[in-house]
């Protein structure tokens, strides 16, 4: 079975009313240096470089404006499963623990892949769900018919900009972004060749396994010499 099939049986449980998220759709923040973070005429935009998990090939950039809590996220990821849609979230903590992405020791069954439940004691719970519309809160962190789908060449571009709570805006230089979905025996689409999602059965493991990670330049969960390769 392919995700496309599976998101049809599972999309009425994973649908969320979007009068759950107030959500506002206003132009991307300006891009700032190289310095992690930088103060524009809009607000104060944080740098994230997104690395690959699972050899997945997945990488990017990312930025974080905030003025308030107006949260404008702007990501352009490149090596992706074209074609598909790829899960992506605010991970982290707004109560101080400092969280970071993971590496291959998180793989504690030793399959070769770090899944999303391996993965999450590295880099925390959801926060955001970067959908492309509708609801944004946890809930909505499987809605695959609401995530960015990566083009023919693997690649996503994804700009909006989403009202925050004050504990997340206090608290930004703590997140982090993670990016799903893998296609380990290159076969061009989600299958269930490693399995079932242990967050949802009717998903490939490939569907729900992160694809990469970043944290914001010069957070305290920020390695010094990160090694995303697996």
Same mark, same amino acid.
């Given at each position: ?5 599976? *998101? ?7 649908? /969320? ?6 959500? /506002? ?16 005429? &809009?607000?104060?935009? @944080? ?8 050899? =997945? ?16 996220? *702007?990501?352009?990821?490149?090596? %992706? ?6 899960? &992506? ?5 707004? !109560?101080?623990?400092?969280?970071? $992405?993971?590496?291959?020791?998180? !793989?504690?069954?030793?399959?070769? +892949? /770090?899944?999303? *439940? ?17 609801? *944004?809160?946890?809930? =909505? ?22 009202? /925050? =709570?004050?504990?997340?805006? !206090? @608290?930004?230089?703590?997140? @982090?972004?993670?990016?799903?979905? +893998? ?19 009717? %998903? ?8 990469? $990670?970043?944290?914001?330049?010069? =957070? ?11």
């Amino acid at each position: 079975m392919t995700l496309k099939r599976a *998101t049809r049986r599972s999309t009425a449980l994973l649908a /969320v009313p979007a009068a759950l998220a107030l959500v /506002v759709a206003t132009p991307a923040l300006a891009h700032g240096g190289g310095s992690g973070a930088s103060d524009g005429r &809009q607000g104060r935009v @944080h740098q994230v470089d997104l690395r690959q998990l699972n050899d =997945s090939g997945a990488s990017g950039t990312a930025s974080l404006g905030l003025q308030g809590r107006q949260l404008t996220v *702007t990501i352009d990821a490149r090596g %992706l499963v074209p074609g598909q849609p790829h899960a &992506q979230h605010i991970h982290g903590s707004t !109560d101080g623990h400092n969280f970071r $992405c993971p590496d291959a020791g998180a !793989d504690k069954n030793r399959d070769g +892949i /770090v899944t999303t *439940t391996e993965g999450l004691p590295a880099y925390g719970d959801i926060n955001i769900s970067l959908t492309t519309k509708g609801d *944004t809160s946890k809930a =909505s962190g499987l809605a695959v018919d609401r995530m960015p789908v990566a083009d023919k060449d693997g690649n996503v571009s994804y700009s909006r900009t989403i009202t /925050v =709570s004050q504990a997340i805006a !206090d @608290h930004i230089k703590d997140l @982090h972004i993670v990016q799903h979905g +893998i296609d380990v025996n290159g076969n061009g689409e989600y299958d269930f060749g490693k399995g079932r999602s242990e967050l949802d059965p009717k %998903l490939p493991q490939e569907a729900t396994a992160p694809a990469n $990670c970043g944290t914001i330049k010069g =957070s305290s969960g920020e390695p010094t010499n990160m090694d995303g390769h697996r």
